[in-house]
């Protein structure tokens, strides 16, 4: 059997897979309470032609970065879409 799931990938690296769109969300609020999270798409330019990559914005985070002290801000996250085959 195949289903598909979303890969959260941020800098371009994979970190953690969701059956859907409402549990990578509420992976992201339960992480970060007090964030709004609003998922996009936006078209770009590849060399095999046009594609879409879908995101999340996050915004109203509260990180503590060593040496610089607390951040406060957004950050788009890209996630993917991709096959798994279960057993």
């Not at 598909?4 to 970060?32: E, I």
């Not at 957004?74 to 798994?84: A, F, H, I, K």
Request: glycine share 10%.
């Amino acid at each position: 059997m195949t289903m598909t799931v979303l890969v959260l990938m941020p800098w371009n690296r994979p970190t953690a897979a969701f059956p859907d769109l409402d549990a990578l969300v509420r992976h992201v609020q339960a992480a970060h309470p007090g964030c709004t999270v609003t998922p996009g798409e936006r078209k770009v330019r590849a060399s095999g032609g046009p594609r879409t990559e879908t995101f999340i914005t996050v915004s109203g985070l509260k990180e503590t970065v060593l040496g610089l002290g607390e951040f406060t801000g957004s950050r788009s996250l890209e996630y993917v879409t991709v096959p798994m085959v279960t057993r």
